[in-house]
């Protein structure tokens, strides 16, 4: 999908609005497959909590992905955008014991971190599957906010401890059928990912009726041109030997497992919104948009870079500006970008925005939260309607203060 095609759509829908380009989806899940096509058993289970739309799950699941989630209220989401049970992996951390249990009544697949969730769950139910999250103490990428295996991380149970580890799973006689990591977001350095995936072969090592092995995911995008992005590409050659002899040493094919998020969504996602002011200050010059970070918070909130591009002007002579939103507070989606000339009313597109940026959207001061709109064959469609007041007030409760004061 081009600018001229956001152009229209958001002439059409209106601002703000995410838009999500399904072809850079399915290119991006074909891309990942295609990597490890010398791997016999692949699993791809999308991460749901990326990008949630029930449409979006929906097709995902037509691609062939399985699902990969952190809380019941995605298991439920998955299962009602028509994935099976078995197809869903649940891969919380620090949920209670209850949770997990409803989780696994649902007939989807197990990931235990903690060894006293393990122990009290293998001590009820010692028949039910379970996958182990191992926390190989390998730091994948460099931001420490979404970095989860490092030695500090609060994610995994550490290698350190698999003679507990093992004690547990041998006491209860329980079913260990996947060892798993999630190293964190922004792999840059492929050694360092397979140096883990030595660390997780070696523990899978201990459990001798496992079906599969999970690498979790973490595979950087690029934000920009010339941005530096995880080379999927050598991954799956150099992991794909790897794996293939480490069947072999355990004497049966396993299915090797990932969980992307970032790498499936990110690329296939705009986040569109009119400028409402442009504003010149003795500094700058501001384009004040009709949005904030209540609507995209990954700039204000880790840093991230989002391409900036005025698709209303696209032949415009370049500026400098500050892209700032609405919010009554410090609310800057970058400084010194240089767009083509913006004039009130045109429409600015942001990059990058399939993953983490709906999911994460708020109803801060009070205003809805966006329509969202898949471009499939050509065509778009509504796939979530724009919040209206009835959304903002919806669960609230009006007191009668007649009767308290
Ligand atoms: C968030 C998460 C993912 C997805 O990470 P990305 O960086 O978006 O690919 C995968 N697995 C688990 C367990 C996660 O928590």
Redesign the pocket.
């Known amino acids: 999908m081009n600018n001229a095609d956001l152009l229209s759509i958001a002439k059409q829908f209106g601002g703000p609005l995410y838009v999500y380009d399904a072809e850079k989806i399915k290119f991006q899940y074909n891309r990942l497959s295609n990597a490890f096509s010398g791997v016999k058993n692949l699993k791809l289970n999308y ?1 749901t ?2 990008l949630s739309n029930i449409s979006v799950l929906s097709y995902i699941q037509k691609l062939g992905a399985g699902l ?1 989630t ?1 809380s019941i209220q995605e298991v439920r989401l998955g299962l009602a955008a028509g994935f099976e049970p078995h197809t869903i992996i649940y ?1 919380p951390n620090g949920v209670s014991l209850n949770e997990i249990e409803e989780v696994a009544a649902l007939g989807v697949q197990i990931n235990i971190d903690n060894l006293s969730i393990l122990e009290q769950f293998g001590s009820k139910y010692p028949k039910t599957p379970v996958c182990i999250r191992i926390n190989p103490h390998v730091m994948a990428g460099g931001n420490s906010n979404i970095s989860v295996g490092h030695i500090d991380s609060k994610f995994g149970i550490s290698i350190h401890q698999i003679p507990h580890l093992k004690r547990i799973t041998e006491n209860t006689k329980m079913n260990i059928n996947g060892i798993h990591m ?1 190293t964190g ?1 922004d792999i840059l350095d492929i050694d360092v990912f397979l140096h883990a995936s030595e660390i997780l072969f070696e523990t899978a090592k201990h459990f001798k009726d496992l079906s599969f092995i999970d690498f ?4 950087k995008v690029p934000y920009k041109t010339g941005d530096i992005e995880t080379n999927i590409e050598e991954l799956g050659e150099r992991l794909t030997v790897k794996f293939n002899e480490f069947c072999k040493e355990y004497g049966r094919e396993l299915t090797l497992a990932f ?5 499936l969504v990110s690329e296939a996602g705009y986040f569109i919104s009119k400028v409402n002011v442009v504003k010149q200050t003795t500094s700058t010059v501001f384009a004040q948009i009709d949005s904030g970070f209540n609507h995209l918070i990954r700039p204000m909130f880790y840093g991230s870079y989002h391409e900036i591009e005025n698709i209303s002007n696209p032949e415009g002579r370049e500026r400098f500006y500050s892209v700032v939103g609405y919010i009554c507070e410090t609310d800057t989606f970058g400084s010194n970008r240089k767009i083509s000339e913006i004039n009130e009313g045109d429409f600015l597109s942001f990059k990058n925005a399939g ?1 983490y940026c709906q999911t994460m959207a708020s109803n801060y001061n009070s205003r809805f939260r966006p329509a969202e709109v898949l471009w499939i064959n050509e065509e778009a469609h509504l796939i979530r309607k724009e919040e209206t007041f009835d959304d903002i007030l919806h669960n609230q409760v009006v007191l009668d203060f007649s009767e308290l004061i």
């Open positions: 991460a909590k990326a990969d952190v891969t999630h977001s979790g995911s973490g595979f969980e992307p998020g970032k790498f993953a």
